[in-house]
């Protein structure tokens, strides 16, 4: 009995110690398992004096746009300007056949004529019979049918003159104007084309000095474009500049408007710059991009190394103790080998400027030398 016993004891405790050394196992090949820290120098960030431009698309736009439209149907007879010419308010630009309004604009005026006549025929014999009917001269039904054609007869004029009012606005549409001082377009028809209201467009009308420039800012800068265009702009301002390629515009612009809403698909709002433009060097439609200059006083900016693209998206890398985490930012503008933080980044976080490429998500890390403490780039 005493010897199964010890056997049975002796089973146990060699489990036990096994169980001990598996576990012991376990725990180094998961030591082995686990990646090593990776090697990274950081940086500290900070607050710093910058001198940048933000970068904007901007397209250009004429402050008065119009198509010229005809208002009445019929055949262009005479076109009164040169393709691509400065015109001026009110200068005649188109005239269409004429001959059929100004037809029925006799006829309107002929009936009218006859109308009045009648006119002065009822008033005529309505003061007779009320005359008579002072004598007790006439019958009663007589005067009371005179009363009633004067009435008639005056309503009826008063449709005469309004169908002659008519036809004669007719006749006006059958001249086309420029409704304002600005670029006439090449024209969409010749003499002798055939048109109709409201649907042919003859040509196009646009303001061009002053001009603006449209581009979109994202909604978390609402703020500081709505300031700018309460301050307004000063004499020699150069806060906005606009560039094509490599070259920039001569001439500054000032903030006109902010629009009344921020577009819910695009998270945006649309910013209007408006430029001088006497010498026509801009036209409606260009594209380029807006240069929107700033100082700052404290300007987040940081080494452009340690910076990581993933689908269109940034990224840094903040420290955390001995770990990494991956902090999305967005970006302003380059500085040389460094570049603007708009948002994401605070001043007093450490971020991984060498190393980033072998770094992801919770790395373990460890710094090389004390590199925190380096100065601004």
């Given at each position: 009995?005493?010897?199964?016993?010890?056997?049975?004891?002796?089973?146990?405790?060699?489990?036990?110690?096994?169980?001990?050394?598996?576990?012991?196992?376990?725990?180094?090949?998961?030591?082995?398992?686990?990646?090593?820290?990776?090697?990274?120098?950081?940086?500290?960030?900070?607050?710093?004096?910058?001198?940048?431009?933000?970068?904007?698309?901007?397209?250009?736009?004429?402050?008065?746009?119009?198509?010229?439209?005809?208002?009445?149907?019929?055949?262009?007879?005479?076109?009164?300007?040169?393709?691509?010419?400065?015109?001026?308010?009110?200068?005649?630009?188109?005239?269409?056949?004429?001959?059929?309004?100004?037809?029925?604009?006799?006829?309107?005026?002929?009936?009218l004529a006859v109308q009045e006549a009648n006119l002065v025929k009822a008033q005529k014999d309505a003061d007779r019979y009320r005359e008579l009917d002072k004598h007790d001269a006439i019958a009663k039904q007589q005067v009371d049918n005179a009363e009633a054609a004067l009435e008639a007869a005056k309503k009826t004029v008063d449709a005469a003159r309004a169908n002659v009012r008519a036809v004669q606005t007719n006749v006006r549409y059958t001249t086309l104007t420029a409704p304002f001082s600005g670029t006439i377009g090449i024209s969409q028809v010749k003499v002798g084309t055939p048109v109709y209201a409201g649907q042919t467009i003859l040509n196009t009308v646009s303001s061009n000095d002053p001009i603006a420039v449209d581009f979109p800012v994202d909604q978390r800068e609402i703020y500081q474009f709505t300031k700018m265009q309460q301050a307004g702009s000063k004499a020699g301002d150069s806060t906005f500049k606009l560039q094509f390629g490599?070259?920039?515009?001569?001439?500054?612009?000032?903030?006109?408007?902010?629009?009344?809403?921020?577009?819910?698909?695009?998270?945006?709002?649309?910013?209007?710059?408006?430029?001088?433009?006497?010498?026509?060097?801009?036209?409606?439609?260009?594209?380029?991009?807006l240069l929107v200059h700033r100082s700052s006083s404290d300007a987040v900016v940081i080494p452009y190394k340690a910076v990581t693209e993933q689908l269109g998206e940034f990224f840094v890398y903040v420290v955390n103790g001995d770990k990494v985490s991956q902090t999305k930012v967005q970006l302003g503008q380059p500085l040389g080998a460094n570049i603007i933080v708009k948002n994401g980044l605070k001043p007093g976080d450490v971020i991984v400027v060498q190393g980033v490429q072998n770094l992801r998500e919770g790395s373990q890390i460890k710094v090389a030398a004390d590199t925190t403490a380096q100065k601004k780039p």
């Open positions: 009995m005493l010897i199964r016993q010890f056997q049975q004891y002796t089973g146990i405790g060699a489990l036990v110690i096994l169980a001990a050394c598996g576990g012991k196992n376990q725990q180094q090949q998961a030591a082995q398992q686990a990646p090593p820290a990776v090697a990274v120098t950081t940086f500290q960030v900070e607050a710093t004096n910058a001198s940048y431009a933000d970068l904007y698309p901007a397209t250009v736009t004429a402050l008065e746009q119009t198509e010229i439209r005809p208002q009445v149907n019929g055949y262009v007879t005479g076109i009164f300007f040169k393709d691509g010419a400065r015109v001026s308010k009110g200068q005649k630009l188109y005239s269409i056949d004429q001959q059929a309004y100004e037809a029925t604009y006799n006829q309107a005026q002929a009936s490599e070259d920039i515009y001569p001439f500054a612009g000032k903030i006109n408007l902010v629009d009344r809403a921020v577009d819910p698909q695009t998270g945006s709002i649309k910013v209007r710059v408006v430029f001088p433009n006497a010498k026509d060097m801009l036209k409606p439609g260009m594209t380029g991009t």
